[in-house]
């Protein structure tokens, strides 16, 4: 089999959908994490109630009255309705759950994937679309660099593996047709400025 046929796989792996959950995995049990196993695992199941199961409910009523054709969401017209939705989760999640008092580091990695959202969502006005694939995996890629400084860790392996799924996934959004190479650098550059923006804030 020839890595061509598998590079759809990456992009179900590391679909938007699921980043939030592996950031917070990350965070809390392959990082130097202070909090209760209790508190670990309520958070981490919160997260996947409002960024996964949440969001694949309103997939299916989307679906049903017609307002999506795929879990990709590649028409522009399709993807203001799920991004607005996604904010809305997002803004409930960080003022809920994730909050700064209880975990700094996970709150403004939130805040900055809202603020990838935003932008993503005001640039379809302008009818560009962005990668959210590499909008989502960049932001995460900069989250695990800046959690490495933050602990003074030094996790390069993440840190290299995630860089490398970068240009995968990237390849894979362009086997399957989903983007162009704008897109994709429009995707990558909306994931990571505003986690650098952030930075500035817990680093």
């Given at each position: 089999?020839?890595?061509?046929?598998?590079?759809?796989?990456?992009s179900?792996?590391f679909?938007?959908?699921f980043?939030?959950?592996y950031?917070?995995?990350?965070?809390?049990?392959?990082?130097d994490?202070?909090?209760?196993t209790?508190?670990k695992?309520?958070?981490?199941?919160q997260?996947?109630i409002?960024?996964?199961l949440l969001?694949?409910l309103?997939f299916?009523?989307?679906r049903?009255?017609?307002?999506?054709?795929?879990?990709m969401?590649?028409?522009i017209?399709?993807r203001?309705?799920p991004?607005?939705m996604l904010?809305?989760l997002?803004?409930?999640?960080?003022?809920?759950?994730?909050t700064l008092?209880?975990?700094p580091e996970l709150h403004?990695?939130?805040?900055?994937g809202l603020?990838?959202?935003?932008?993503?969502?005001v640039?379809?006005?302008f009818r560009?679309?962005?990668?959210?694939?590499?909008?989502?995996?960049?932001?995460?890629?900069?989250?695990?660099i800046?959690l490495?400084i933050h602990?003074?860790?030094?996790?390069?392996?993440?840190?290299a593996?995630?860089?490398?799924?970068?240009g995968?996934?990237?390849?894979?959004r362009l086997?399957?047709?989903?983007h162009?190479?704008?897109?994709l650098v429009i995707?990558?550059?909306?994931g990571?400025i505003?986690?650098?923006?952030?930075f500035?804030?817990?680093?």
């Amino acid at each position: 089999m020839s890595f061509k046929k598998i590079l759809p796989f990456f992009s179900y792996v590391f679909h938007p959908i699921f980043i939030p959950v592996y950031a917070a995995l990350y965070y809390f049990f392959l990082n130097d994490s202070y909090y209760s196993t209790p508190e670990k695992y309520i958070a981490v199941f919160q997260i996947i109630i409002i960024t996964i199961l949440l969001p694949i409910l309103f997939f299916f009523v989307l679906r049903s009255v017609g307002q999506l054709d795929s879990i990709m969401i590649s028409e522009i017209s399709q993807r203001k309705i799920p991004l607005v939705m996604l904010c809305f989760l997002t803004i409930l999640l960080v003022r809920k759950s994730i909050t700064l008092d209880r975990f700094p580091e996970l709150h403004f990695f939130f805040l900055g994937g809202l603020l990838s959202t935003v932008l993503a969502l005001v640039l379809l006005f302008f009818r560009t679309k962005a990668s959210l694939h590499l909008l989502a995996i960049s932001a995460l890629t900069l989250f695990f660099i800046g959690l490495s400084i933050h602990n003074q860790s030094r996790n390069i392996n993440w840190i290299a593996f995630l860089v490398f799924m970068n240009g995968v996934v990237a390849s894979s959004r362009l086997e399957m047709k989903a983007h162009t190479l704008k897109e994709l650098v429009i995707g990558f550059l909306l994931g990571s400025i505003p986690q650098l923006i952030f930075f500035y804030f817990w680093l």
